[in-house]
């Protein structure tokens, strides 16, 4: 059991799967479309952050390969369906960095309003600025989230305790928080808001959502702020609007482009504009975050393949299943046809297994099923599930020494 962890992914990963019988490689940088591919062989766990994208011809040539963790919230770098296709499971982080990001813009709404990013860069020029010019107090103002789900529904729990009202619009039914107050659509929280922040996901119909008629909507002097995907967001306009005044300052931690390796050079068209916050992705980079991720997807990898659990799987069916105590089991991905569960039934009934338990789930055209059963499972019944029409993948697992 081999796995390939890229992308400085947190030692406690390797630590983790190493623990749990797994030969682990663990590199710095992101890889490309050519390096995966040639590295893929023999890997059966692929471990990645943002900066990596898996194509279907990165699948296509790693025919060893289990299953894929994205050590980070988002999954848009990997072509889930073709993943799915070929039985790879994928799996993510949705909640291990919530606090971290959260943190991260709670800091930049104070730096913007107190104008922090100007100040600092004058002393550190040597110039002695003390003035009031243009600082505020974010207490009383009005903080618009767009996009209400983890992230922004901690974020506005945080928000309100230093004093500022929040508004927010989601396109899916949200609970509000606190005495935070949905708006009906996207033009009213930003004729509303002195401060936007976006944290929406990264599917392909968020691409260039917010961008010149958006910014116009936007109050006079009011702020903003981009946590969530850089492919979001049009960074020309943004720079319009700031060189304008329009927008008093902004803070982006993503941008449509990014270096792949620590070190590489950095292009921005936002670069050098004032009251403006650069950061490079590092919204979920505490180490707080990144050693909970590494517990959290490592765990993930682990439970697949030891045991054939699908649970929090972003392209498979989920399936939870319990430690296997005793007996043996049998994992069957399949193709969602009628009878395939009453077959697998009838299969191991004809070949004598006694059935213990039995776990289902279906996502679009596919169905996982689990079945444990009270003994050793007869190379018969095997051989027949393999060789049945609707099977993807069979897998069997025994109870643990």
Known sequence: ??????????????????????????????????????????????????????TAKVLDNAPDLLAIGCFCIGTNQVDLVAAAERGVAVFNAPYSNTRSVVELVIGEIIAL??????????????????????????????????????????????????????IFFDTADRLAHGNARRVGTLDQLLAESDVVTLHVDGRPGNAGMFGAAEFAKMKPRSMFINASRGMVVDDVALRENILSGHISGAALDVFPVEPKAQGEPFESVLRGLPNVILTPH????????????????????SKFRRAGSTELSVNLPEVAVPTLQSGSRIALLHHNVPGVLASVNQILAEQGANVAAQYLSTRGEQGYVVTDVTSALPDGALDALREADPTIWLRTYATEA
């Not at 490689?25 to 890997?43: F, R």
């Not at 590092?282 to 490592?298: L, M, R």
Request: net charge negative; proline share 2%; charged share 25%.
């Open 282 to 301: 590092v919204g979920g980079s505490t180490q707080e975050a990144q050693e909970e991720i590494g517990y959290f997807v490592s765990g993930k990898l």
């Open 1 to 54: 059991m081999k796995a390939l962890l890229i992308e400085n992914i947190h030692p406690v990963a390797v630590e983790t799967l190493e623990r749990r019988g797994f030969d682990v490689e663990l590199l710095m940088g992101a890889m490309s479309e050519d390096e995966l591919v040639a590295a893929l062989p023999g890997v059966t766990m692929l471990g990645i952050r943002s900066n990596t994208t898996i």
């Open 113 to 166: 309003a107190r104008r922090l990013p100007e100040k600092t860069q004058r002393m550190h020029d040597g110039t002695w600025d003390k003035s009031a010019q243009g600082s505020h107090e974010v207490r009383g103002r009005t903080l618009g989230i767009v996009g209400y789900g983890n992230i922004g529904t901690q974020l506005s729990n945080l928000a309100e305790s230093l004093g500022l009202r929040v």
